[in-house]
């Protein structure tokens, strides 16, 4: 099973400030088949980015993945309030089953 | 848009089968995969499986002995049932499109397995 490890837990930013979400693999994600999801209190989780780097419909291109084998980070250019939320890392590339991290907290 | 509302009861009794129901609006369950997922207290979220349109599925190792996935394509739904559950089985539980990356999810319903 591939354990996904995500940093920092809790990222405070202000709004116009960068984030940089890590999310590290156990071991390498085949394929880069690996997502970000986005959530907020009483709303249902929101695709961000899948493979790795290719960003979700209707998602603002201040948002960015990177990254390949085992080390993948989501960026945030300039943090809008909107953008305060949990996001979670999931892989999908590997043996089932498949796995997600445990969350990055974005908060203001 | 594509929407999805998980829908079954709050409580189940141990040793019972927890039974779920997923609808989906804004698109048919005849294509792609769906997944369910859960997320117990204090816990990461945790992939249980998803099942194909024609009813193939793959599920979690964990799970498998007690889990089974289908698709209604007549009432556009997808259902999970989990045999034999206990107190580690407390968990929201989400429906999603998808089997690999999951596009849309369901807001989650919270089952709880007490006595």
């Known amino acids: 099973e591939i ?32 997502a970000w999801y986005q959530h907020k209190p009483g709303q249902a989780p ?26 993948f980070t989501l960026t945030i ?5 909107e953008d305060f939320a949990v996001y979670y890392c999931h892989q999908y590339g590997g043996s089932l089953p498949y796995t997600f991290g445990q969350g990055t907290k974005l908060e203001v | 848009q594509v929407q999805l509302q998980e829908a079954g009861p709050g409580l189940v009794q141990p040793s019972e089968t ?17 997944s369910w997922i859960r997320q117990s207290p204090g816990e990461r979220l945790e992939w249980i499986g998803y099942v194909h349109h024609d009813g193939s599925a793959q599920y979690s190792p964990s799970l498998k002995s007690r889990v089974t996935m289908s698709v209604d394509t007549f009432k556009n739904q997808v259902s999970l049932n989990l045999r034999s559950v206990s107190a580690a089985d407390t968990a929201v539980y989400y429906c999603a499109r998808g089997g690999w990356s999951l596009t849309h999810w369901g807001q989650g319903t919270q089952v709880t397995v007490a006595s």
């Open chain 1, 46 to 71: 929101r695709l961000v980015m899948s493979d790795a780097s290719r960003r979700a419909t209707d998602i603002p291109d201040r948002f960015s993945g990177s990254g390949s084998g085992t080390d």
């Open chain 1, 77 to 81: 250019s300039r943090v809008e309030p």
């Open chain 2, 18 to 34: 927890l039974s779920l129901t997923c609808t989906v609006s804004g698109g048919s369950v005849s294509i792609i995969q769906w």
């Open chain 1, 3 to 34: 354990v996904l490890t995500q940093s920092p837990g809790i990222l405070s930013l202000s709004p116009g400030e960068r984030a940089a979400l890590s999310c590290r693999a156990s071991q390498s994600v085949s394929n880069n088949y690996l």
